[in-house]
């Protein structure tokens, strides 16, 4: 006999990430040790660019060029 097979939920919004039900649950994202499903991690990464978007250029080798006043 087959036990239910139990399913990761995502820690912000608590769907539970079953792939044989929805196809975006294929994969998961861990943030700080957190589960979060696709559309939670998209959120947090747009909170993340509006707060701090050096940390995410950064993370992405993204050159910053600064200018400097009075040129």
């Known amino acids: 006999m087959r036990g239910k097979i139990k ?3 995502c820690s912000q919004c ?3 990430l079953n792939p ?3 196809d975006d649950c294929e ?3 861990l ?3 957190e589960i979060y499903c696709k559309f ?3 959120d947090w990464l747009r909170d993340l660019v509006d707060d701090d978007p050096d940390v995410l250029a950064d993370a992405l080798n993204i050159v910053k060029v600064y ?3 009075g040129i």
Request: glycine share 10%.
């Open 20 to 22: 044989e039900l929805e």
């Open 67 to 69: 200018t400097e006043e």
């Open 14 to 16: 608590d769907h539970e």
């Open 31 to 33: 943030v700080g040790g």
């Open 7 to 9: 399913y990761p939920t």
């Open 40 to 42: 939670c991690f998209q």
């Open 27 to 29: 994969k998961y994202y």
